[in-house]
């Protein structure tokens, strides 16, 4: 119910990052465990490098993506006004303030 109305809206970009830090930690763990294990061998370690990468992509995307947002914010003022400026009528509400 709080999806759909939406409540996570502004925790989207922190549940991603953190998400993705748990990825890259998850990586990190197996290129280490990786060497550790002579059995492993190459592929415990591509594996865990791309998981990595993707992790840091992931991330990279995650940022890029909410300076994005919020470099648009300041094209479109009138989208978000706060509901005192909304309510007030055009002519009262000075542009540069």
Do not use: T
Not at 12 to 22: E, R, T
Not at 23 to 47: H, I
Request: charged share 20%; aromatic share 12%.
């Amino acid at each position: 119910m709080i999806i759909a109305m939406g409540g996570y809206g502004a925790f989207q970009v922190h549940i991603a990052v953190f998400l993705g830090l748990i990825a890259l930690a998850a990586g990190y763990f197996v290129c280490l465990k990786s060497r550790e294990d002579p059995q492993c061998g190459k592929w415990g370690r591509y594996l865990g490098m791309f998981i990595s990468l993707v992790a840091v992509l992931g991330i990279a995307c995650a940022v890029y993506l909410s300076i994005k947002r919020c470099c648009d914010r300041q094209d479109k003022q009138g989208w978000y006004k706060n509901h005192m400026q909304m309510m007030m009528p055009e002519g009262s509400v000075e542009e540069g303030k």
